[in-house]
């Protein structure tokens, strides 16, 4: 783990493992996204972890695992909406609330989040 990134500084894997868990929870239960994602969020959920490790300075296991993201085309098959995006930040939110992390990394998080969430969004 390369020191002096978020991913180093919430906690590494376990952490990571936290937030995917808690998020998928929250999904699975949001009448606005359950149209769109599989009933079982197992692999779904992996894949953000993999994705998640990487995207806050961990091992580039999305690349090993996946190859490249190209995280807006994947996107494209769902019909992502603005209030599919709200409802994905709202998940995301209360997942990183639960899993308590500390500020100053939880906004930096959250950030980021939010601007790639803008990115995904395919549909008006
Ligand atoms: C896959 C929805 C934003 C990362 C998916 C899938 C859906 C979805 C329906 C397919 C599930 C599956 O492949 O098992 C959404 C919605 C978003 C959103 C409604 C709202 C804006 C994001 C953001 C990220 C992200 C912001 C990254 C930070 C991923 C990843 C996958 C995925 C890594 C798996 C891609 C693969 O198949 O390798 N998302 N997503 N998504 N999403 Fe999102």
């Not at 808690?22 to 992996?46: C, M, S």
């Not at 490790?53 to 019909?79: A, D, I, K, S, W």
């Amino acid at each position: 783990t390369r020191p002096g990134t978020i991913y180093e500084a919430i906690g590494g894997f376990d952490t990571i493992d936290k937030i995917v868990t808690e998020f998928y929870k929250r999904v699975g239960n949001h009448p606005t996204l359950t149209p769109i994602f599989p009933d079982d969020l197992t692999w779904t959920a992996q894949k953000q972890s993999w994705f998640l490790t990487q995207f806050f300075g961990g091992p580039q296991l999305y690349n090993e695992n996946r190859g490249h993201p190209m995280l807006r085309r994947r996107h494209l098959p769902f019909e992502i909406t603005p209030e599919r995006k709200d409802a994905w930040l709202e998940c995301m939110d209360a997942a990183l609330e639960e899993a308590e992390i500390e500020e100053p990394y939880r906004t930096a998080i959250f950030e980021k989040l939010t601007m790639t969430a803008h990115h995904m969004m395919n549909t008006p």
